[in-house]
């Protein structure tokens, strides 16, 4: 799934992270915990803009947030819970989602964007209560911002710096292979070492 993310965004550049990000905002599944720092690396190997990411992506959050909240607002609670768990939408996380926004109203659209899982499913009970769109819009614009400016500004540090991470990990996996091949040994050396069962002696 990350791969194919990740070959999707290499080939198709803002196109791809445009239709991944109005997907995960609509509920899909779709990770932009995976899809903006691997643009963030793209911005770092010189593919991609960082501005443009930034753009691109609050641009898609926007039309996402307004598709899902369209589809709650005409169709209501009960028709997007049944027809959204035919394309994997849990209907725990909208139950989670209304929870949060019953408690927060329109500060839960802004703070909601910025929260994994959550934030694709901040939209619908914003539609379901027909938030105006003068609050829903600004709401979600601040939360996405934030969301999508960190991880994209994250992603490309990563990519600059990749060289000096894996050389920082790279004795780290050795320690974990040693660490290991001593506890593979050790379970086999108790293996052969365990008591065995005497056998009964005949009557």
Known sequence: MIHSLESFLTTAGYLALFLLTVAQCCGFPVSSEVVLPFAGVLVATGTLSLPLVILVALLAELVGALIAYGIAAWVGRQAVVGFGQRFRLKESHFEAAERFYERRGVVAVAVGRV????????????GFARMPLVKFIPATLVGALVWDASLSIAGMELGK??????SVIKPVEYLVLALLVVALLYGAWRYVK??????????
């Open 115 to 126: 929260l994994p899982v959550l934030r694709s499913y901040t939209s619908y009970p914003a």
């Open 194 to 203: 365990r008591p065995v069962a005497t056998a009964k002696e005949d009557l």
């Open 161 to 166: 710096n990749f060289n000096r991470i894996g």
